[in-house]
C-alpha cells in the first residue's frame, strides 16, 4: 500500500522528467552545425589553442544569441577571422537558438590567464565606477539577468582586442550607455582592465 501511493506520488515527477528529457532532445542543435562551432571554439566551448577564439562554454543563452545577431547584422565584423562570420551568417533562427542553449549548458572551465597584480588593482577599481552595473562574473547568481556578457575570465588576447575595438569604433556597442562609459576611458586603462578581468579565478 505504502509503496502504491509511493509510486503515484512519483509518477507526476516522472512525467515531468520524461516531458523535459524529451525537449531538450528536440533542442538539440544539428551535429554538423555543432562541430563547425567546435572547430575554433573546441568541443567544451573553451576554444583552447588560439588566444583569438573567444570562450563561449556557459555564457547565457541570450548572450549568445545577441553577440551571433551582432555578427549576423554586422554590428560586429570579424576583422582577424573572417570565417566566423561566414559560418554564423546563414543559420536560422531555430538554429541560432539551439546553438546557444548547447553552449550555454556547457561547464565554463577556469581560464588561468596570466596577469600584473597591480594592474589588475587598477582595472578593478576601472570595472567598479564603469562597469559592474552591466557586466558580472560568470558564476554570479544573477549571471543571466545581467545585461551585459561576462568578461571576467575570458581570454586575455580576445578581451583586450573586443574592448579596443570598441574604443576604437570598429565594434558597434548596442547599448548607448555602455558607449559612453568606454569612451571615458583613457587608453592606458583598457590594458588594466583586461588584467583585471585576467585575473577572475572562479571560486572553487
Ligand atoms: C574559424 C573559427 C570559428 C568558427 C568556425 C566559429 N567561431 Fe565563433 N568566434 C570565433 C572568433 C575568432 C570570434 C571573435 C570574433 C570577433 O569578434 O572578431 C568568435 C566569436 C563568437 C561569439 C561571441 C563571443 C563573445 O564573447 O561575445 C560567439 C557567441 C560565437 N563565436 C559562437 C559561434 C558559433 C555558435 C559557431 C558555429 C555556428 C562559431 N562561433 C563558429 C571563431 C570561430
Ligand atoms: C549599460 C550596460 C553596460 C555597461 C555600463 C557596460 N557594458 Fe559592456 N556590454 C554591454 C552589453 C549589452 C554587451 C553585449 C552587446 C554588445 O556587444 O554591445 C556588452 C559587451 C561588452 C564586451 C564584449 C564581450 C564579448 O564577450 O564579446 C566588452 C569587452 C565590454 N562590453 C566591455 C565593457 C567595459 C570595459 C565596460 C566599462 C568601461 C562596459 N562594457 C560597460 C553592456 C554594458
Known amino acids: 500500500m505504502r509503496c502504491l501511493t509511493l509510486r503515484a506520488a512519483l ?16 533542442a538539440q542543435a544539428s551535429p ?10 573546441g568541443v567544451d566551448g573553451m576554444g583552447h589553442g588560439n588566444s583569438m577564439i573567444p570562450v563561449i562554454a556557459g555564457m547565457p543563452a541570450e548572450h549568445i544569441e545577441e553577440a551571433i545577431y551582432a555578427y549576423v ?4 565584423s570579424c576583422g582577424r ?10 543559420l536560422s533562427e531555430d538554429n541560432i537558438v539551439e546553438l546557444s542553449e548547447h553552449f550555454a549548458a556547457q561547464l565554463r572551465g577556469p581560464s ?23 557586466h558580472v562574473p560568470p558564476d554570479d ?7 551585459g556578457i561576462p ?37 592606458g586603462d583598457l590594458g588594466a582592465l583586461v588584467h583585471y578581468y585576467s585575473s577572475y579565478r572562479a571560486a572553487e
Open 112 to 134: 588561468l590567464e596570466e596577469f600584473d597584480a597591480s594592474l589588475a588593482a587598477e582595472g578593478e577599481v576601472l570595472h567598479q565606477e564603469h562597469c559592474s552595473n552591466c
Open 151 to 187: 568578461l571576467h575570465g575570458q581570454r586575455s588576447e580576445y578581451l583586450r582586442y573586443a574592448i579596443e575595438s570598441y574604443f576604437s569604433g570598429d565594434r558597434e556597442a548596442l547599448l548607448p550607455t555602455m558607449a559612453n562609459r568606454i569612451l571615458l576611458l583613457e587608453p
Open 32 to 41: 554538423a552545425i555543432v562541430e563547425a562551432c567546435e572547430q575554433c571554439h
Open 73 to 76: 547584422d554586422g554590428a560586429r
Open 81 to 90: 577571422v573572417p570565417l566566423m562570420c561566414e559560418v554564423v551568417a546563414d
Open 11 to 26: 509518477l507526476p515527477a516522472a512525467t515531468v522528467m520524461l516531458v523535459a528529457l524529451t525537449l531538450a532532445v528536440t
Open 141 to 147: 547568481e544573477n549571471v543571466a539577468r545581467a545585461i
